[in-house]
């Protein structure tokens, strides 16, 4: 699966996660299907999740509002979420599921996953061979993986595109 990220989009859940960091944030995925994967055209953070340094929760009556006011917009589908893993003390942040991720991800959803850790040099955005992102912001590395859960019921890494990202040169 391949899944397009829009600038807009990338802005979004980078900024979400710098500006939770120390706490995880969580957000909400906004685009289209297309035969080939997912095109993530927008992200929505959440301002009244649950946030802690090792896990992030939604709100739930909130989400269940958000939902009904998605359900009737014809250009825009939910079509996944984001949410951050941040470094604690030495322990560097890592860009993959843990295991109440794996329990939360929904068939032919998306999960985002943004990894935020303090950086030791300056690393251009590239795109990596397990179909990540990565590169440096401000004092921050970041890596952003995506996993859906197909047919099989398994997670699966899915591969990033995002043309805003991956060249770029941040001051």
């Not at 909130?62 to 949410?83: K, S, V, W």
């Not at 560097?92 to 943004?114: F, H, P, Q, W, Y």
């Not at 899915?158 to 805003?164: D, G, S, V, Y």
Request: proline letters at 3%; one cysteine or more; charged letters at 25%.
């Amino acid at each position: 699966m391949v899944v397009h990220i829009s600038e807009m989009a990338f802005t979004g859940m980078v900024l979400a996660a710098l500006e939770a960091f120390r706490k995880e944030c969580y957000g909400l995925l906004l685009g289209q299907r297309t035969r080939e994967g997912l095109v993530v055209q927008y992200t929505v953070p959440y301002q009244t999740a649950d946030r802690h340094t090792s896990w992030v929760r939604r709100n739930e009556p909130a989400h269940r509002r958000m939902e009904e006011f998605l359900r009737n917009l014809y250009h825009l589908n939910l079509i996944g979420d984001f949410h951050s893993h941040t470094e604690r003390g030495e322990r560097k942040a890592l860009c993959r599921l843990s295991s109440v991720d794996r329990k939360g991800l929904e068939t032919n959803d998306i999960c985002l996953v943004v990894a935020l850790n303090h950086k030791q040099k300056y690393q251009p955005w590239k795109s990596n061979r397990d179909g990540s992102l990565s590169g440096t912001v401000e004092d921050f590395f970041v890596k952003i993986g995506a996993w859906y859960r197909g047919q099989n019921g398994c997670p699966g890494r899915a591969i990033l595109f995002c043309p805003f990202a991956v060249g770029f040169t941040w001051k």
